[in-house]
């Protein structure tokens, strides 16, 4: 008997927050569905699950992704961070993630994964980012509650205390 | 929303490619950054029964610069041309328009090929390619074929590609004389959404500072990337965010934008 098309199934290995881990997949699933339904990273959100509110982002080898927009099939021997990953293994919080908390810069939540990860690879490679920088750099996410100044205001603390923390050279 | 089921390959080489999309041909869809096919695939607008995935090709992930000349190959994320050093020397007027391009995370996996390939009438990329009349590789089965940017695009989401042709890179050729600018402008209701008219123009000038090269291309407005030839009525199109008339008007002054910015570089040069 032939095989339904698409039910063929892939072998994956990946590197999510450091540790690694495998699944066996099939070509449409997701990898925002691989995160949330097989690995149980829930910090994940799915908003509109066709590439425009940006809740679902991700860093793949570092860069802020989409998972909506990728498949689980395609980050085979990738790194992927999320949310989770995002304050290390002690009890404390990211820099971002602190400075969200003391700006108040989320109210339902909904969106603040997708924001936190977006920032944290932007402010990487842009550690003195003015206001207007970090609004661009934001445009791919929406935020339906706060009117994004307080998550702008947050973002540019977390980039003051991340230049205080390692000065530049 | 998630896709209807397909078979997914991941070629290594070119030659895996091609072969898969002789193959498969009207079946199959190329993936490169996914993030037009992949937003469709979701909404189930396309529901290919083949996926070929290119993202392992990485021949076609190239850039290269020689003599003036830039390389690119289609799988070159678009967030390269901001990035990339050779890009700002080569072709300013694609380091200019690239931040423009979506969103900072659908540029960080777009890539150029994608969104040529894709053809919006809205993007950036096929206008700027235009402009600076780049030459098209495209390969098949049945060999290598070259194509200016300027007949690849065919109007509404269509280009020159056959169903078993990828497009596998762009040439940029370099300024057109030693005296030459850029200059690129566009409306859009927010940063990264597609633009509701845009235009790009590129001007060169003899010793003497007299006009001898101008290209001036409108997109967004109608069904395609539009070279401009002569002063005409421009073909526009309405939808939920213009009407064809709001996008006439706003076409004239964002065209005399592009055309005095390219103008002042190529003075100041």
Redesign the interface.
């Known amino acids: 008997m032939t095989p339904?098309?698409?039910?063929?199934v892939?072998d994956v290995a990946v590197t999510v927050n450091g540790a690694e881990r495998r699944a066996r997949v099939?070509?449409?699933l997701?990898l925002a569905?691989l995160l949330r339904e097989e690995w149980g990273l829930t910090g994940t959100h799915l908003g509109c699950?066709?590439?425009?509110c940006?809740a679902c982002?991700v860093l793949?080898d570092g860069?802020?992704?989409?998972s909506?927009?990728?498949?689980a099939?395609?980050v085979d021997g990738c790194r992927v961070d999320t949310v989770e990953g995002l304050a290390g293994p002690g009890p404390g919080l990211h820099p971002l993630q602190e400075a969200f908390r003391s700006r108040h810069a989320l109210q339902c939540g909904f969106c603040t994964p997708g924001i936190l990860m977006?920032l944290v690879?932007?402010l990487r490679l842009h550690p003195s980012p003015s206001e207007t920088e970090i609004?661009?750099?934001l445009?791919?996410?929406l935020c339906r509650c706060t009117g994004y100044q307080h998550i702008v205001q947050a973002a540019l603390d977390a980039a003051a205390a991340g230049r205080e923390a390692v000065p530049a050279p | 929303m998630r896709p209807a089921p397909f078979e997914y390959f991941a070629p290594r080489t070119v030659e895996e490619a091609l072969d898969l999309l002789a193959r498969h041909g009207d079946e199959a869809k190329l993936l490169a950054g996914g993030q037009s096919l992949v937003p469709m695939m979701n909404m189930r607008l396309v529901r290919p029964a083949v996926v070929v995935d290119l993202n392992r090709v990485a021949a076609l992930g190239a850039m290269r610069e020689d003599g003036g000349r830039l390389h690119l190959g289609a799988l070159v994320r678009q967030h390269a041309l901001e990035r990339d050093g050779r890009v700002a020397a080569a072709a300013p007027l694609l380091a200019e328009a690239a931040p423009l391009i979506g969103h900072l995370q659908t540029r960080a996996r777009g890539t150029i090929g994608g969104s040529l390939a894709h053809a919006d009438p809205a993007a950036e990329l096929p206008a700027c390619m235009i402009a600076l009349d780049a030459v098209f590789h495209l390969r098949s089965a049945r060999g290598p074929r070259a194509c200016s940017a300027r007949d690849f695009f065919r109007g509404l989401l269509s280009t020159a590609l056959e169903p078993d042709e990828l497009l596998a890179g762009v040439e940029v050729p370099g300024a057109p004389a030693a005296r030459a600018g850029h200059g690129f402008a566009e409306v859009a209701r927010r940063h990264g959404d597609f633009a509701l008219v845009g235009a790009c123009a590129v001007l060169a000038l003899d010793a003497a500072g007299v006009c001898r090269h101008a290209r001036l291309v409108i997109f967004g407005a109608g069904d395609g990337p539009h070279l401009v030839r002569a002063a005409a009525a421009i073909d526009a199109r309405a939808d939920l965010h213009a009407t064809a008339e709001y996008r006439r008007r706003v076409a004239a002054g964002i065209a005399a934008r592009a055309l005095q910015r390219a103008a002042a570089r190529a003075e100041a040069a």
């Open positions: 339904r098309p698409g039910s063929t892939h099939i070509p449409r997701l569905d699950e066709h590439g425009a940006g982002t793949v860069e802020p992704t989409r909506c927009l990728v498949f099939v395609q977006t690879a932007y609004r661009e750099a445009s791919g996410n």
